[in-house]
């Protein structure tokens, strides 16, 4: 989902989440999403957990790499519904990193 248009759009919809938080944790395939975020939230750092697309590009955020492979299931899961492949890797990250107060964007 990595085109402009999609993005444009996407970072309206991430705007009215109107979103107050010291951070921001999301999953990165293509990286669409966590950049979004950063524009609709300047002020705001955004940690983007790379699952190793060869397409990722995760802007100036903070960059996380998942030992799991995209079609593996996170080895920590989180306490709320969330895709084994994907946003579920997030989780072990925040755990070690996130401040208190932090969103965690979970895509599926």
Known sequence: ?????????LEKVVKAANIN???IWCMGGSGTLG?????AYPGIP???????????????N???NAPEKLDEDAEIKPPYD???????KTWRFVLENAKPG???WNVA
């Open 1 to 9: 989902m990595d085109f402009p248009e999609f993005g444009i759009e």
């Open 21 to 23: 938080a010291p951070e």
């Open 35 to 39: 950049r979004a975020l950063q524009r």
């Open 46 to 60: 955004v940690n983007i957990v790379s699952v190793g697309t060869k397409n990722f590009n995760g802007g100036t």
């Open 62 to 64: 903070k960059v996380y």
């Open 82 to 88: 969330s895709s084994p492949h994907y946003d579920a």
């Open 102 to 104: 932090s969103v965690i």
